[in-house]
């Protein structure tokens, strides 16, 4: 039910976004709102280009652009959204391991060895613990809200962020599934040596949290041989629409309409939503960490998440994740994108 909020009483929808307010313009508190974004400004292990510790910020900035109207989900932004200040600290930690990540990384790419260093190893063991640190610090902040009966949902960083906030889904969910819309599998066993790494996550959802059921992954494009070797050993727990398969569909008269009507067919009744960015036709996201050519549109994702809802599944949370300016500031579509996705995936969520 919608609130009665105050908040309400004085607040426009038509007006241009306040960034007195909160995301979106928004004019509700903390205690007022039924949905929590959790902003976690952290980047340590990605591979190719940095910049996504800064996405929650540029979102929330580029959220004063987007008008509340949408025809999905009329005045469900009523019930109240909320993003939490991001915490400086995290941010602060992510910068520093950074550093030492790319010094294994670097270290890794010339051929060598880490053992050939008992100091790469100390900063290999300084990410992994930090690493820990991070999901932990997110476990423990969502699973407070989650206890308060509130809705909450995840805005990275890179991709390695939600995996504390899935475990505190499986503490109240005994068994749901994961839509992970991606370019990438990430089912690779800690990648570069970090366990924690973006490329990791679904591997470490599905090796720590049995809760997770099944996992179906759409737009995957870019992937290794031990990650497609775990999609073929795994058919009742993974499904995979790779983005060849739907593109050749497509090219020979098949709809996105049955190719959907698919993926919603391997999902079970629960269902939490992982949105990497880089799913997306990288001319949506060109500052994204590691872009790949292929994709979709944007409006061909809301499509999928408004199919999902009308099929009956329960939407129980959801990360938006691989947002980045790069060193383009706001001159550049990606917060854009990302701001609209992420409006879209909180109606989805608290609808």
């Known amino acids: 039910m919608p609130l009665t909020s105050a908040a309400l009483d004085n607040f426009d929808p038509n007006s241009p976004g306040l960034v007195s307010n909160n995301i979106f313009g928004l004019p509700f508190s903390e205690e007022d709102s039924q949905l929590i974004i959790i902003p976690v400004p952290w980047e340590v292990t990605v591979s190719y280009r940095p910049g996504t510790s800064r996405g929650p910020e540029q979102i929330f900035d580029a959220s004063m652009q987007v008008d509340l109207y949408d025809s999905d989900y009329v005045d469900t932004w009523k019930k109240g959204y909320y993003m939490l200040p991001y915490d400086k600290n995290i941010r602060n930690k992510s910068d520093y391991l950074r550093s030492c990540a790319e010094l294994i990384i670097g270290c890794l790419s010339e051929g060598n060895p880490l053992n050939c260093s008992k100091q790469l190893l100390s900063k290999l063991q300084e990410v992994n613990e930090g690493g820990k640190m991070m999901h932990d610090w997110i476990h423990d902040l969502a699973a ?49 040596g970090f366990t924690y790494s973006h490329a990791s996550i679904m591997y470490n959802v599905l090796e720590q949290i049995p809760q997770v059921s099944k996992l179906v992954q759409v737009g995957i494009r870019d992937y290794c041989d031990e990650e497609l070797e775990i999609i073929h050993e795994s058919p009742d727990r993974i499904r995979t629409f790779f983005d060849k398969d739907i593109k050749e569909r497509q090219y020979e008269g098949g709809h996105w309409k049955n190719i959907v009507d698919e993926v919603i067919d391997a999902l079970p009744q629960k269902v939490y939503i992982s949105f990497d960015i880089d799913g997306l036709d990288p001319k949506l996201c060109p500052n994204t960490g590691t872009p790949v050519p292929g994709g979709f549109e944007l409006e061909q994702i809301f499509y999928l998440f408004r199919k999902v809802k009308e099929a009956g599944k329960e939407v129980i949370g959801f990360d938006l994740n691989e947002v980045s300016s790069g060193s383009h500031g706001h001159d550049c579509i990606d917060p854009i994108v990302g701001a609209r996705a992420l409006y879209k995936l909180c109606n989805v969520l608290a609808s």
């Open 144 to 192: 407070k809200y989650l206890a308060e009966g509130k809705k909450v949902a995840l805005l990275g960083g890179d991709h390695s962020t939600p995996l504390g906030y899935i475990k505190a889904l499986s503490e109240k969910h005994e068994s749901f599934g994961i839509l992970q819309i991606d370019a990438h599998a990430d089912l690779r066993k800690a990648y570069e």
